[in-house]
């Protein structure tokens, strides 16, 4: 088999070392990457360093052709990227395709936005002392950006810090997570397509105990992270002074008010607490139900759990993959089995096999149980009664994340009742919080992260606001 190569630079590279990509859903080889030396991860950073002037220069018209180039490639090469998805991450081909699709479109409305993306103007002269004055304001980069990415959308979370970073002018630099480099190598092989200049992106599949010495270097000022709330805080902690964002965890709930649809609310949440293998930071895991309607919903809930298609990640049919890896699988394994023991009740689900863990729903959780309180990370939900949607909503923020949360319900009333009190970053109305379009602004609060993706305001969180004063203007 081939050995990939890395991207420095802008351009193939070849290392000293190669590390081996495995499906895991069957253990065998999906392909080999070499994997860059400590003076080529130099080489990258000296040239994003080196370039970043510019980089901040370039024409719109440059960086929005760019991003539209690799909206294209994306789409005619869309199969074979979802088959790669597929191979090295086991999500099923049914959501890899819909993972390139979204990848298609975040490329495409960055390139929207580079076209929008632009200065105002503000007269000063609102005072005496003003007169003739008239403030320019733009926003400039920070500099090179170093964007640290999770496995579970290799394809579609590397877009959102690539695009916005070339979107204003950023040099970029990948450093992808190691269960699947695969999917960020080519889009790599894609960039290297465009017209942008040597040194404004370089994706390096280094391990993980490399990236420190990437995340304290002072020619990177900003720092994207998507993972885990202690490793997001700890890279932080390590570099205060750095423009650090963070799109971290959560247990994200879905609250089924008692006027909802509860044949859809059952359907979705059944879907979406275990889409992606529950791999997502806003996979349904906590369900909270009026009581009036608890009964009902749930006899409605555990037959669309049961009926989920489980298997093969490559077949069309499958809905539920395997997890990353089997020690994700035995984790989940050990916290499931920790609530049973401590009084939960297993009404679906709650058996593993290798690296799957069967779609599982859970009732009488006790409050303190990792699955209630952690990040499960894994095709597991609890289900939670509550006496009101003001006792649901207090459940909703009774948790140290805060990232998105799903009402189901028909009452404009509700919706806004629910925007008012939910402590999170996002609050879908009718649907489960697993919604994200890849254009609006997306990130949490408490332990869910620092900051926002979507376009937009990741372009703004990756630049700084600039103001030009003019003098002695006949306004």
């Not at 099923?92 to 390139?100: N, S």
């Not at 049973?340 to 690296?355: D, M, N």
Request: aromatic residues 6%; negative net charge; hydrophobic residues 45%.
């Amino acid at each position: 088999m081939d050995v990939r190569t890395f991207w420095l630079a802008g351009r193939p590279a070849t290392g000293d070392s190669e590390l081996t990509v495995t499906n895991p859903h069957d253990g065998r080889e999906v392909g080999r990457h070499s994997v860059p030396t400590d003076a080529q991860v130099e080489e990258a950073v000296a040239a994003a360093h080196a370039v970043a002037d510019q980089a901040a220069a370039l024409p719109v018209h440059v960086r929005a052709e760019a991003l539209a180039h690799v909206s294209r490639r994306i789409e005619e090469r869309a199969d074979e990227i979802a088959r790669l998805i597929t191979a090295e991450n086991g999500k099923p081909i049914f959501w890899a395709r819909g993972e390139v699709t979204r990848a298609v479109a975040t490329f495409r409305f960055a390139a929207e936005e580079t076209r929008r993306w632009s200065g105002e103007a503000q007269r000063l002269d609102t005072e005496p002392a003003a007169a003739g004055r008239l403030a320019y304001v733009s926003r400039v980069p920070y500099g090179p950006v170093l964007a640290i990415t999770p496995f579970n959308f290799p394809l579609n979370l590397v877009a959102h810090k690539v695009a916005p970073a070339v979107a204003v002018g950023a040099p970029v630099i990948v450093k992808p997570a190691p269960a699947t480099p695969l999917s960020s190598l080519l889009l790599g092989e894609i960039l290297a397509e465009t017209d942008l200049p040597a040194g404004m992106f370089s994706v390096l599949p280094v391990p993980n105990e490399r990236a420190a010495g990437l995340v304290q270097d002072a020619r990177l000022p900003v720092v994207s992270f998507t993972g885990s709330a202690p490793v997001g805080y700890a890279i932080a902690d390590q570099v205060p002074r750095k423009h650090v964002t963070l799109e971290l965890g959560g247990n994200a709930a879905a609250v089924v008010l008692a006027d909802a649809d509860l044949d859809w609310a059952a359907r979705r949440i059944a879907l979406y607490s275990n889409y992606q293998g529950g791999q997502s930071c806003i996979a349904v895991q906590r369900v909270i139900v009026e009581q009036p309607v608890y009964d009902a919903f749930v006899e409605r809930l555990v037959p669309a759990v049961k009926g989920l298609v489980t298997g093969d990640p490559a077949d069309e049919k499958t809905q539920v993959g395997p997890l990353v890896s089997e020690a994700a699988a035995e984790r989940v394994e050990q916290w499931v089995d920790e609530a049973v023991a401590a009084g939960a009740e297993v009404l679906a689900g709650g058996v593993r096999e290798g690296t799957s863990y069967a779609p599982t729903v859970l009732a009488g959780v006790p409050h303190d149980a990792k699955v209630a309180r952690e990040e499960v990370f894994g095709p597991v939900m609890i289900l939670q009664p509550a006496a009101s949607a003001d006792e649901a909503y207090a459940m909703v923020n009774d948790s140290a994340y805060g990232l998105q949360a799903g009402v189901f319900t028909r009452s404009l009333d509700a919706a806004f009742l629910a925007n008012r009190e939910l402590k999170v970053g996002g609050v879908i109305i009718g649907d489960v919080p697993s919604y994200r379009a890849d254009q609006m602004p997306y990130g949490g609060v408490k332990d869910s992260g620092i900051g926002r993706e979507g376009l937009r305001s990741a372009m703004t969180d990756y630049t700084y606001e600039k103001v030009m004063v003019l003098t002695g203007l006949p306004l």
